[in-house]
């Protein structure tokens, strides 16, 4: 049946060949499902008109009923626009254009009245409107055409707004479309679903969206459709899951052999904490379950992800197979060999570390081995996902930080075995469930959400540059009493000479006070080469030098037990999760650690509330909370890139409790009906059918 859905858009009432070929180029509308599925990003409330002096400066959305007052264009450039002043009964603002000046100069009516729709703000202390949309108002009409009171704001182009086709042409013609005697949309939740919670239909969700009739029904019609979009995020990871689940067994391993059992009964350092038990047993379960594993590994800084890795590739060896373990950082990939390699001392297991820095002779060695068989633990860097590297029996890759590689780069190592090899992806960054439900909806997530005994919390400051030399003083005491002390500046650029100069210029300033040759220094930088960085690295782990002065190289992994301090210069200028990633160098042994944090004088209220949260909590959920309030989730690390969070109405911050709903209800049809074969599964694949996009992303992870 070709359905009204499938109509040109050029067919409908108000849209000739012009306006069709730019809804084609500029939103990619080409028919009335294209047009209907352009959701508006918000409402406006039109239902009452406010006067300037009711006006505050944080009012959202407002309405006002005035004479507008053309006053000219100002300005240059980029600062060229146009300016009129208005006025109503109460007081008078200024609005602004930018764009369209020279229409808008020739439209307006100079002195006539208007309704005029659009935010509010204060700037240089006088309050100005930018781009309000203009109605005018008709004194000689016998009533004024009745305006709706919820308008939908749709997202448009600058191309169409040059084309001066503007929301309120967008929203008449979803509000033609719509009041169709002909519109209709198939319904794609299953019944026993709306019923459930009470779901409108999606035609009536989708009418209401876009044609708002009273705010209570709107806010069940995007409900609903939240509801849609999340759930079927939800479907596709289940499906992906499923399907890798039946499509490729896990290697089995069954045994638990000498290597782990030694290691475990003579080399353990230490005891391992309840969260890192609890975990070994997950992931032993998954790798002997004949289903590959696919787990997300996630731990706060310092919560001792390494040990979980390391007992994990023993049993896999145990098992005769070989392991991988990949870093984001050439400085972190050696380490992982250094601390591996010291753990496990004299026992028989045969690694080697493969960096860009490898020499030819030793690239040879390991290639030749990993492909024989005789190499059992590869560590590396990103150097592991050539092609040259191939493995007899790769049984085991591990991915350490896994927010610095890219999806493509993670797939590449997956498929290097002959079988699928079991995934371990660690990440020290703390997402929130919700947003790891979102995003890893298809991984098992194993938490350790213990910290090592001992660890004293680290204590937090927040202190104006103005009081360096008090800080100073802190870390001479520190120094003295045989400390170390990071001290990091952000990197200014992105680049790497003016990295250097600001690095150098902060290194002076840190040396006045505490002058070589009396304090050692450690200089680390992105500029430097590998083997560069990673002398000065050592130099700082033996205790050669009591201040390390960095970039933000050393964010992530690096440890250092003896190192009590981590000063950050410019605080304000990292986010939180970084100044998070920062803080964890220090408290990790049994010394009492401090972080400071240095700021300007000018905070934004975004950056005061950076550092407030850093002072305030050492719990990285916490901080990962308000990380994803402050900036959103598609900001988050490595979430940018996945393209899933692209939910054009569902907030995962505000929508948790949907989200849960719509994971639970995916997770029951599919415990049902795993192959959607049941007669009452038929909305459902068919929804996955005519939209089969996303669906390979999590594959690889
Ligand atoms: P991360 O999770 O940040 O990678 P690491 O694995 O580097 O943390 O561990 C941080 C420090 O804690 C290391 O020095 C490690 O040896 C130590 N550690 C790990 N587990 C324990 C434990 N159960 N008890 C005491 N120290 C531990
Ligand atoms: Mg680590």
Request: aromatic share 6%; net charge positive.
């Amino acid at each position: 049946m070709a359905s009204f859905l499938d109509m040109g858009i050029e067919f409908l009432k108000g849209v000739g060949p012009q306006k069709a070929e730019a809804l084609r180029l500029e939103l990619n509308i080409h028919n009335l499902g294209d047009l209907i599925s352009h959701y508006p990003f918000r409402h406006e409330d039109r239902s009452r008109i406010y006067t300037v002096s009711e006006l505050s400066s944080e009012q959202v959305q407002v309405q006002l009923q005035g004479h507008v007052f053309l006053k000219g264009v100002i300005g240059q450039g980029q600062g060229r626009r146009l300016t009129a002043l208005f006025r109503d009964e109460t007081g008078e603002i200024e609005l602004v254009w930018f764009k369209g000046i020279a229409f808008l100069e020739k439209s307006i009516k100079n002195g006539a009245l208007y309704r005029v729709n659009g935010r509010m703000s204060l700037f240089k202390g006088k309050a100005n409107m930018a781009h309000p949309e203009l109605d005018w108002v008709d004194p000689n009409a016998a009533s004024q055409k009745v305006q709706r009171s919820l308008v939908p704001v749709y997202p448009l182009t600058d191309g169409m707004r040059r084309r001066r086709l503007d929301n309120r042409f967008m929203a008449q013609l979803t509000l033609t479309a719509v009041s169709h005697p002909d519109f209709a949309v198939p319904e794609n939740l299953p019944t026993a679903i709306l019923e459930k919670f009470k779901l409108p239909s999606r035609t009536e969700a989708l009418r209401e969206l876009h044609a708002p009739q009273h705010i209570d029904r709107l806010e069940k019609a995007k409900n609903r459709l939240k509801f849609e979009e999340l759930f079927y995020l939800q479907m596709r990871h289940l499906m992906v899951k499923g399907n890798r689940q039946r499509s490729f067994p896990g290697i089995r391993f069954d045994r638990v052999g000498d290597l782990f059992n030694t290691f475990y009964q003579k080399h353990l350092p230490f005891a391992l904490t309840g969260a890192q038990k609890r975990v070994m047993k997950e992931i032993r379960v998954d790798m002997n379950s004949g289903k590959q594993m696919n787990r997300l590994l996630q731990g706060d800084v310092g919560s001792g992800k390494t040990m979980v890795a390391l007992l994990t590739a023993l049993i896999a060896m145990d098992n005769q197979y070989q392991v991988a373990l990949m870093a984001p950082t050439e400085i972190l990939a050696t380490q992982h060999f250094q601390s591996l390699q010291e753990a496990l001392g004299l026992m028989p297991v045969r690694l080697h570390l493969l960096t860009g820095s490898s020499s030819k002779k030793q690239r040879e060695t390991i290639l030749s081995e990993a492909a024989d068989g005789r190499l059992q633990l590869l560590i590396g860097t990103h150097a592991l996902l050539e092609d040259q590297v191939q493995f007899q029996n790769l049984g085991l890759v591990i991915v350490d930080e896994q927010h610095r590689f890219g999806v493509a780069q993670r797939a590449k190592l997956w498929k290097k075995g002959q079988q699928t090899p079991h995934v371990l992806v660690m990440t020290a960054t703390p997402i929130p469930r919700t947003l790891a439900m979102t995003l890893y909806g298809d991984l098992d997530v194993s938490v350790i959400d213990e910290l090592p005994q001992g660890r004293k919390p680290i204590q937090t400051a927040l202190r104006s540059i103005g009081n360096r030399a008090i800080v100073m003083d802190f870390l001479k005491k520190e120094i003295a009493l045989g400390r170390q002390v990071y001290y990091v500046f952000p990197l200014i650029e992105d680049s790497d000479k003016l990295e250097l100069q600001s690095l150098m210029s902060g290194y002076e300033t840190v040396t006045q006070y505490l002058p070589t040759p009396q304090y050692k220094y450690s200089l680390v930088h992105g500029r430097m080469k590998p083997e560069e960085k990673e002398s000065e690295m050592q130099k700082f782990k033996k205790g050669q030098s009591d201040i390390m002065v960095a970039t933000t190289v050393i964010e992530v992994g690096v440890n250092v037990p003896n190192a009590s301090v981590m000063v950050i210069e410019n605080a304000e200028r990292f986010g939180l999760s970084q100044l998070h990633q920062l803080r964890g160098r220090v408290g990790r042994g049994a010394e009492q650690s401090y972080c400071i944090l240095l700021s300007g004088h000018k905070l934004s209220e975004n950056g005061r509330r950076r550092l407030e949260t850093m002072v305030a909590t050492n719990d990285g959920f916490e901080i990962a909370k308000v990380d994803l309030e402050l900036r959103g989730p598609g900001e988050i690390d490595g979430t940018r890139q996945s393209g899933i969070l692209d939910l054009k109405l569902a907030d995962i911050r505000a929508d948790e409790a949907i989200l849960i709903a719509a994971r639970t209800e995916a997770q029951a049809w599919l415990a049902q009906d795993e192959l959607l074969m049941l007669p009452s599964s038929a909305p459902i694949r068919l929804e996955l059918a005519r939209s089969p996009h996303r669906t390979l992303w999590s594959k690889i992870s």
